[in-house]
């Protein structure tokens, strides 16, 4: 069965980096699109950035731009977030999620950035 789970989050001070992993098993990894999602207290879950199949194209929420980063390995089954320069606003849960006919999604780890 799909499986998706989600490393690398923690506290960490504004300005500071993070790198998510989310480590996929039960489906073709190389043939699906990977996405990130977020939720933050009290508010909807959201796109934070998507991969192709091939990591050749990718696409972000405009309050990450230029600061984080999706990428893949296909080897490896595993899809990564590098978060740099974060902001009090990134505090959030980060989710991973595949479509295969269903939805699926990790666990989710928790991201919270604080002085």
């Known amino acids: 069965q799909v499986q998706l789970v989600e490393s690398g989050g923690g506290l960490v001070q504004p300005g500071g980096s993070l790198r998510l992993s989310c480590a996929a098993s039960g489906f073709t990894f190389s043939a699906y699109i990977m996405s990130w999602y977020r939720q933050a207290p009290g508010k909807e879950r959201e796109l934070v950035a998507s991969i192709s199949n091939g990591g050749l194209t990718t696409n972000y929420a405009d309050s990450v731009k230029g600061r984080f980063t999706i990428s893949r390995d296909n080897a490896k089954n595993t899809v990564y977030l590098q978060m740099n320069n974060l902001k009090p606003e990134d505090t959030a849960v980060y989710y991973c999620?595949?479509?295969?006919?269903?939805?699926?999604w990790g666990q989710g780890t928790q991201v919270t950035v604080s002085s």
């Open positions: 999620r595949v479509v295969k006919r269903n939805i699926y």
